[in-house]
């Protein structure tokens, strides 16, 4: 076996434990085992922050081994249910209805009834200056017009975290005030506080229109003046990841896709819009603390996990976590996830400079990318188009990611 077999084999086997810990920590049980490891009587000035990671951890994978395997076995595929359909709506559909379906694209109100006609887009993500001198009946009657005119179903879209990201909330037509962030709401109420706000979130904006909010973040951030630390929950590893199980669950009892950001973890990186965030820690951290969260969400039935442009060095050194198939394939293989991978939006400055000329989009699709984030459709949709045409993708590689597509447009019902 050599040196990469064995990596990769380690890997998958360390991630395995990790999620027996998570199960048992969603059931309560493990929660008392680390209170117990925490409570050990070891003098406190003797233990590394290495060492804490180490002793917490440990006993508890030591138990679990043959638990997490029998996880490995069961796993199924999120969306299986509903291939059979996903596969007969495909073998009908066109290359160019096929590409289109790709791509979630920055909304614009003018021309969009075309394109979806010619151009057929997965979705629309909206932005504040969407619902700017809109109310609640305007912005529906709009989208549902949309939503009518797309034969395969549009994911409408819409970045409502609460606190400093709030779309629809930052106008008075839509809410009395914005929506408090998960910090500031878990800090007065807990996990009871979280899930009501969750409710309340996911009626408003099924209200009018929306069927996803790219949300929970599910990154662990601690420094006070780093770029996530007002978006992220504030709390510990494990904290957040029953934060992220419970909100997942709610939100899908609700109808309203989640999205699991920003995979592998965003830490305390700088802000990828304006240039690159390079992270140096180990992989051994993200195993420890920054998967949690996500391997937590996807036992409770995440549908869709967004990738970072961050560069993770310990994973892949040379690309943007959301153009990295090293990434994605811990996300596939490692941490078992198969619903909906997409990519943060492609215009961002963190990606330009890593890309083959020019082709964000095509290197995206070739990480193993279901879905692109895209504030430029048509030149990215030709990337691929010609890539493709080129033999540089394969069809079935298009054709794995939008059947993936349709199935989860199937099991939300966005497509009949």
């Given at each position: 076996?050599?040196?990469?077999?064995?990596?990769?084999?380690?890997?998958?086997?360390?991630?395995?434990?990790?999620?027996?810990?998570?199960?048992?920590?969603?059931?309560?049980?493990?929660?008392?085992?680390?209170?117990?490891?925490?409570?050990?009587?070891?003098?406190?000035?003797?233990?590394?922050?290495?060492?804490?990671?180490?002793?917490?951890?440990?006993?508890?994978?030591?138990?679990?081994?043959?638990?997490?395997?029998?996880?490995?076995?069961?796993?199924?595929?999120?969306?299986?249910?509903?291939?059979?359909?996903?596969?007969?709506?495909?073998?009908?559909?066109?290359?160019?209805?096929?590409?289109?379906?790709?791509?979630?694209?920055?909304?614009?109100?003018?021309?969009?009834?075309?394109?979806?006609?010619?151009?057929?887009?997965?979705?629309?993500?909206?932005?504040?200056?969407?619902?700017?001198?809109?109310?609640?009946?305007?912005?529906?009657?709009?989208?549902?017009?949309?939503?009518?005119?797309?034969?395969?179903?549009?994911?409408?879209?819409?970045?409502?975290?609460?606190?400093?990201?709030?779309?629809?909330?930052?106008?008075?037509?839509?809410?009395?005030?914005?929506?408090?962030?998960?910090?500031?709401?878990?800090?007065?109420?807990?996990?009871?506080?979280?899930?009501?706000?969750?409710?309340?979130?996911?009626?408003?904006?099924?209200?009018?229109?929306?069927?996803?909010?790219?949300?929970?973040?599910?990154?662990?951030?601690?420094?006070?003046?780093?770029?996530?630390?007002?978006?992220?929950?504030?709390?510990?590893?494990?904290?957040?990841?029953?934060?992220?199980?419970?909100?997942?669950?709610?939100?899908?009892?609700?109808?309203?896709?989640?999205?699991?950001?920003?995979?592998?973890?965003?830490?305390?990186?700088?802000?990828?819009?304006?240039?690159?965030?390079?992270?140096?820690?180990?992989?051994?951290?993200?195993?420890?603390?920054?998967f949690l969260p996500f391997i937590s969400g996807i036992q409770a039935d995440a549908p869709c996990i967004l990738v970072s442009h961050t560069i993770v060095t310990s994973m892949d050194p040379n690309h943007p976590a959301s153009?990295?198939?090293?990434?994605?394939?811990?996300?596939?293989?490692?941490?078992?996830?198969?619903?909906?991978?997409?990519?943060?939006?492609?215009?961002?400055?963190?990606?330009?400079?890593?890309?083959?000329?020019?082709?964000?989009?095509?290197?995206?699709?070739?990480?193993?990318?279901?879905?692109?984030?895209?504030?430029?459709?048509?030149?990215?949709?030709?990337?691929?188009?010609?890539?493709?045409?080129?033999?540089?993708?394969?069809?079935?590689?298009?054709?794995?990611?939008?059947?993936?597509?349709?199935?989860?447009?199937?099991?939300?019902?966005?497509?009949?």
């Amino acid at each position: 076996m050599d040196k990469e077999q064995s990596e990769k084999k380690h890997n998958s086997l360390t991630t395995l434990i990790i999620l027996a810990v998570i199960l048992c920590v969603s059931v309560g049980m493990e929660l008392w085992v680390i209170h117990r490891v925490q409570s050990s009587s070891e003098p406190e000035d003797l233990i590394t922050d290495k060492d804490q990671q180490e002793r917490d951890v440990t006993p508890i994978i030591a138990s679990m081994h043959d638990r997490a395997t029998t996880v490995a076995k069961e796993y199924q595929e999120l969306f299986s249910n509903y291939y059979g359909q996903a596969e007969a709506l495909l073998q009908s559909m066109t290359l160019n209805e096929k590409i289109g379906q790709l791509f979630l694209v920055r909304f614009h109100d003018d021309g969009a009834m075309e394109e979806i006609k010619n151009d057929h887009p997965g979705g629309y993500i909206l932005f504040s200056k969407d619902f700017a001198n809109e109310t609640k009946g305007s912005i529906l009657e709009k989208l549902q017009r949309l939503q009518n005119a797309s034969k395969l179903g549009l994911i409408l879209a819409v970045d409502e975290e609460g606190g400093s990201v709030v779309r629809v909330s930052a106008y008075p037509e839509f809410r009395a005030d914005r929506f408090a962030s998960p910090r500031t709401i878990y800090d007065s109420g807990q996990l009871p506080a979280i899930l009501t706000d969750s409710a309340e979130k996911s009626a408003l904006l099924k209200s009018i229109g929306l069927n996803m909010n790219l949300a929970p973040v599910a990154d662990i951030s601690i420094d006070p003046m780093a770029f996530m630390y007002d978006r992220s929950l504030g709390q510990d590893a494990q904290t957040t990841a029953a934060y992220v199980s419970q909100l997942i669950r709610a939100m899908n009892d609700d109808g309203m896709i989640s999205v699991m950001k920003h995979f592998p973890g965003y830490g305390d990186n700088a802000d990828t819009h304006t240039g690159i965030a390079v992270d140096e820690r180990s992989y051994e951290t993200f195993q420890t603390a920054d998967f949690l969260p996500f391997i937590s969400g996807i036992q409770a039935d995440a549908p869709c996990i967004l990738v970072s442009h961050t560069i993770v060095t310990s994973m892949d050194p040379n690309h943007p976590a959301s153009l990295s198939k090293q990434v994605h394939n811990i996300l596939r293989e490692n941490l078992h996830f198969s619903g909906i991978i997409m990519t943060d939006d492609l215009n961002m400055d963190a990606v330009k400079t890593y890309v083959d000329n020019g082709e964000a989009a095509v290197q995206a699709i070739l990480a193993g990318n279901d879905m692109i984030i895209t504030s430029d459709f048509q030149a990215n949709k030709k990337e691929i188009l010609n890539a493709v045409n080129e033999g540089r993708i394969s069809e079935a590689q298009i054709d794995q990611a939008v059947k993936r597509l349709l199935a989860w447009k199937y099991s939300y019902h966005i497509i009949e």
